[in-house]
């Protein structure tokens, strides 16, 4: 399982999916791969993901013999590993899950996950990139950000301790999801934030408002409109609406 897949460390880099994908060109084993910095570090919808020194940034690239229904879980279990390493080293703290896989305390971001995939048959591959913060992040960062010191972390943890949390933490999500969606999803939606709230999701150029009602067999969003009807959102970016 992935707490024991070797882990490739590398300095600074573009990325640690980008360099999952080269190694996919290559040919591969299932691995880690870990950077000290990233120069071109990314989110989902190609955002940018500042990555100074001393936070784990990490990508478990592996072949996938579940294929796509399996890998399409694995963003709510990513997210999950991480609230996971959250409470192991900051216990107590109020982790919450922002639809899909957005790790929040307190409407701020500890940590960013991309789940990219490809290839087919027994060929298919998944890079799962998982940053999460240690250290405070800088001022200029473009959304409310925090970190694990910031919640009560012991600032001489080493990085390779939370590393390590996260290959065991990650192992575990992985083989719950191998098993079905029910499990990750249960856990998913205790941790949901702004399940039976008001939210706004972006889908391109439309908006759609409702109320989080659920979370589908598939992942997809369950959103009930103001006309009573409910709708399914598979894609798109959620905002939660302050009372």
Aim: hydrophobic content about 40%; charged content about 25%.
């Amino acid at each position: 399982m992935s707490e024991v897949w070797p882990v490739h460390r590398m300095g600074i880099i573009d990325s640690t999916n980008t360099e999952a994908k080269r190694r996919v060109a290559t040919g591969f084993h299932d691995q880690w791969i870990v950077a000290d910095q990233q120069s071109a570090g990314r989110g989902r919808q190609d955002r940018e993901w500042v990555s100074p020194a001393g936070n784990v940034y990490a990508t478990a690239l592996f072949r996938e013999p579940g294929g796509l229904p399996v890998a399409l879980r694995l963003p709510f279990a990513a997210a999950l590993a991480v609230t996971d390493v959250v409470l192991e080293h900051a216990p107590g703290t109020d982790v919450r899950v922002k639809w899909p896989n957005d790790v929040r305390i307190d409407r701020r971001k500890v940590s960013g996950i991309l789940v990219e995939t490809g290839g087919g048959g027994p060929d298919f591959w998944v890079a799962a990139g998982i940053g999460i913060n240690l250290v405070p992040p800088p001022e200029y960062v473009t959304q409310p950000a925090t970190s694990l010191i910031d919640l009560g972390m012991r600032p001489a943890t080493p990085v390779d301790a939370v590393l390590s949390s996260l290959r065991h933490a990650f192992a575990r999500r992985l083989t719950q999801a191998r098993e079905g969606f029910r499990g990750v999803r249960k856990d998913w939606l205790e941790r949901a934030e702004a399940l039976g709230q008001a939210v706004h999701v972006r889908t391109g150029d439309t908006i759609a408002e409702g109320i989080f009602e659920d979370l589908e067999d598939d992942g997809a969003l369950l959103l009930r409109l103001p006309d009573g009807t409910r709708r399914s959102i598979r894609a798109g970016e959620v905002d939660i609406r302050r009372s």
